[in-house]
């Protein structure tokens, strides 16, 4: 993984024109000569000192154009300080090789200009150790991994539970074995459209006995939605059975998370906000008696919670349109954060100590989904440090922290920048690129799971060929 | 029997495309070469039309409003084998009665003529909602004096590429059914239904389409110029009334000496889908949630000049313009200002139309519907 440096600065001479254009000069001052990897904010900013007549000109406007590549400078134009100093940032894009960057005199074609020259190395693809193809029904929508178990969400194929090296059939995360398969119950929607799941591991009454299966059914983004919570008995991994369901009036349930020592399912439920479910005892029948509390974090109107984490004894939900909140864990009110995403819709989150990721989605007012949201969680609520900017992405479809804090693992989707994207987080606030995978349908989601001591990425591939793809990621821990 | 053949060189301009912009296309659209032909005095009849949209434009055409087959903005290209029909006709008591059943790859009953043969360039936003094409289709005709009433059988999955086939494992999964009324020759009337299932999906993991159509049309001779117009109105309900969208279009053309001039008004409802890149939509969908829709007014005028007719080839320079105004209906996060950056647009399309055997063709009308009541077989084989 040699990382080269390439070093050019073109400097040229300043054609003989009439007045100013002829004594000005640009010079390089600082960020020639970096090295990084696609999508990266380069950590030194480009500097250049424009002089005329030898003597430092202030009040200059300075063009940065990206010259090479489909990266971004910000600003795309400065004004030289008193020093005759300027400055801007490049964010690379999503070509391996070289990108740069040109500083020209605004308005002045014919002064002169520099360039700076990044190299831009490769970055390394974990390697796919097992690809197990899903029904087109449509396809593979999330997994959810335990104790080397997989229940694959296969939309109208249902549940596939998978033995990936704890089911006691021989299975590994290269080997997958496949234990049963279970569709459960559409009515009253037309299809089954099994998104997503928890595998609730009860530390009250030692049992392994429920599987939540969440149903995504027909709605409008930002207006309504449909579906059901289904309850699956999973006593029998072999055998499973659909035991109840919850139904909420009025919307549909997406992602979940679980105080599974209070015995509480908390659910997001897109224009139904959070809700929060009892789910201790035996679970039959309809569970609409064991609502414990539903909050719509940004108003009537104003809300479509994508997901929902516990994380220190604090609630966070993902809202599209209001953005990142903090719930009381308890009466689910609104504690902190909110309308914080303006710029763009929010999608998944992950909490990992101190810190928080949100991922974004689709176009909001024109800007895409191409960035992953860097939070602080303190004491007010979450604050926003940071982003980090996806290049050829129109969706961060999902994304989560490896359980030892060090890798942040996000799937994106739409354009050529397809794939699962690895980061360390040495530095929580700053994610640096260490793995790719590029996948030109996309990766809707991807769940991290320790099986045998390796770390594994288990990707939702798109149609068309749907499929579960493992990635052992195992390498990219420091 | 009888061949045609015929193509559009166009240029088109939009103004704005989606995520703002203006752009101009230059291409070859509706390149078709086809025919049809009957035996035994009309009792066996085929036609065969086959179109090279694959090849001229693999992605699409420009077509601000437009969608299906994963395209929005853009109309897909249609399939090469566009059309591959046989059937058999056969009337009864000096036509007064018919029996008719038509097989093949081609359009089931339902709703009005294929854009390709009416007189505007542009397709209209409501394609999908107003004809159901491509598709493995057995149809069954039956005519008492002016009433014809059809009924069809077909695979509901929409083609994936030019070189799709239809899913003949899906065959009669879906269902259509159509009224006709011919008070006059030169008037028709039409009510159809049909039940179409996941045209989106081709395993049939989506939802079912229930479809109605309304309209009506007529073609005479107006002071000596030949002219032409239709109204049709439908209605489209998806995942059993969840999502709703309705039409309203008419059209109408006529001659004045060489010119062929040409108005259309269009109100169409289109639904919103998350989008892979600014002209496309996932195929088949990841879920069954969209983002909205919007309505999309459109008034387009156009006309043709007919520099060269020998035979029976035309040779017709036009220019054709719409303007256009989207509007958000009901909620959802899509927003038209924001992402076409304004609400109202406009298209300027300036072409070249050859053609040869194309005069009158009336595309996806099979058997009864081509033989007027009253003929003999063998009369009246070709479209009017």
């Known amino acids: ?478 | 029997m009888r061949w045609m053949a015929g193509a559009i060189a166009v240029s088109t301009t939009v103004d704005p495309i989606p995520e703002g912009g203006r752009l101009t296309e230059l291409r070859v659209v509706q390149p078709v070469v086809g025919g049809h032909g009957a035996f035994f005095n009309g009792k066996i009849w085929w036609k065969a039309t086959l179109n090279f949209e694959g090849i001229t434009i693999p992605e699409g055409e420009l077509t601000p409003g437009g969608f299906g087959e994963g395209f929005v903005d853009r109309r897909h290209p249609h399939t090469y084998a566009h059309e591959l029909m046989a059937g058999t006709t056969l009337p009864w008591g000096g036509g007064k009665w018919g029996v008719g059943l038509a097989a093949g790859k081609g359009f089931p009953s339902f709703g009005s003529d294929d854009p390709m043969g009416r007189d505007p360039v542009r397709f209209p936003v409501n394609h999908h909602w107003a004809q159901i094409l491509e598709r493995a289709v057995v149809t069954g005709q039956f005519r008492y004096r002016l009433v014809v009433l059809e009924g069809s059988l077909f695979n509901g999955d929409e083609p994936e590429s030019p070189g799709d086939q239809p899913n003949l494992g899906r065959f009669g999964d879906s269902w259509s059914a159509r009224l006709s009324v011919n008070p006059t020759n030169d008037l028709e009337f039409q009510t159809s239904t049909a039940s179409v299932l996941a045209p989106e999906h081709p395993e049939a993991e989506g939802h079912r389409q229930r479809m109605f159509s309304i309209g009506g049309r007529l073609e005479r001779s107006i002071a000596g110029r030949r002219s032409y117009a239709m109204a049709e109105w439908t209605r489209t309900s998806e995942a059993d009334g969840a999502f709703i969208f309705h039409s309203f279009l008419g059209e109408g053309a006529t001659n004045v000496g060489r010119h062929r001039l040409y108005y259309r008004f269009e109100r169409t409802d289109r639904p919103e889908e998350e989008r892979i890149s600014a002209f496309r939509t996932p195929r088949p969908p990841l879920d069954d949630n969209i983002l909205g829709i919007t309505r999309w007014t459109i008034h387009t005028i156009g006309n043709r000049f007919a520099i060269w007719r020998p035979g029976n080839a035309v040779i017709e320079p036009f220019v054709e313009g719409s303007l256009i105004q989207v509007d958000k209906v009901g909620e959802g996060i899509f927003n038209t200002r924001d992402y076409y950056t304004k609400d109202r647009m406009w298209s300027l399309s300036l072409g070249m139309r050859v053609g040869l055997g194309m005069m009158g063709h009336r595309m996806g009308r099979y058997g009864l519907l081509v033989q007027p009541m009253g003929s003999q077989p063998g009369e009246h084989l070709h479209d009017q």
């Not at chain 1, 004004?79 to 490049?90: F, K, N, Q, R, S």
């Not at chain 1, 590994?172 to 569709?183: I, K, R, S």
């Not at chain 1, 309809?286 to 516990?310: I, Y």
């Open chain 1, 1 to 478: 993984m040699g990382l080269l440096a390439i070093a050019t600065a073109c400097v040229t001479d300043p054609p003989d024109v009439p007045g100013n254009p002829d004594a000005l000069a640009l010079t390089i001052v600082d960020g020639d000569h970096q090295v990084s990897q696609i999508g990266q904010r380069l950590p030194r900013r480009y500097v250049v000192r424009a002089t005329l007549n030898g003597t430092p000109a202030p009040n200059r406007e300075i063009s940065w154009v990206v010259s090479v590549g489909s990266g971004r400078v910000d600003p795309s134009s400065s004004v030289t300080d008193a020093e005759g100093l300027a400055e801007t940032t490049h964010t690379l894009g999503p070509e391996v090789g070289s990108q740069e960057v040109r500083a020209t005199f605004a308005g002045i074609a014919e002064a002169a200009q520099v360039t700076f020259v990044t190299q831009v190395d490769p970055v390394p693809t974990p390697p796919r150790v097992a690809s197990l193809p899903i029904p087109a029904n449509y396809g593979i929508h999330d997994t959810f991994v335990r104790d080397g178990i997989a229940f694959v969400c296969a939309w109208n194929s249902g549940i596939i539970i998978l033995d990936v090296g704890g089911g006691g059939a021989g299975g590994a995360p290269d080997a997958p074995v496949q234990l049963a398969t279970f569709v459960t119950q559409a009515a009253p929607l037309p299809t089954p459209a099994a998104h997503n799941a928890w595998w609730f591991h009860n530390p009250v009454t030692q049992e392994r006995r429920y599987l939540f299966v969440g149903q995504e059914g027909p709605g409008t983004i930002g207006a309504n939605s449909s579906g059901d919570i289904h309850v699956l008995d999973v006593s029998d991994l072999a055998n499973p059975m659909e035991v109840a369901s919850f139904h909420l009036p009025g919307a549909g349930v997406h992602n979940f998370w679980m105080d599974e020592a209070r015995q509480v399912l908390y659910a997001a439920y897109y224009n139904g906000g959070v809700i929060a479910l009892d789910v201790s005892g035996v679970l039959a029948g309809d569970l609409s008696g064991r609502l414990l509390a539903n909050t719509l974090p940004g108003g009537p109107g104003n809300t479509f919670v994508w997901g929902v984490m516990l994380v220190g004894g604090s609630l966070y939900a993902s809202d599209m349109i209001s953005g990142f909140w903090r719930l009381d864990r308890e009466t689910l009110v609104p504690t902190g954060g909110g309308s914080n995403v303006p710029d763009r819709f929010s999608s998944d989150l992950w909490s990992a100590g101190s810190y928080a990721y949100t991922g974004t989605w689709g176009s909001r007012e024109g800007t895409l989904g191409s960035a992953i949201k860097i939070w602080e969680l303190a004491v007010g609520g979450p604050v926003l440090v940071d982003s980090v900017l996806v290049p050829g992405i129109r969706t961060v479809s999902d994304l989560q922290v490896s359980e030892d804090g060090t890798l942040l693992v996000a799937s994106a989707e739409g354009a050529e920048g397809a794939g699962i994207y690895v980061y360390r987080l040495t530095e929580p606030t700053k994610p640096q690129l260490v793995g790719l995978v590029l996948v030109d349908t996309g990766i809707h989601t991807v769940t991290l799971a320790e099986v045998g001591g390796k770390l594994y990425a288990f990707g939702a591939k798109n149609p068309g060929d749907p499929a579960l793809e493992i990635y052992d990621l195992s390498s990219f821990r420091p």
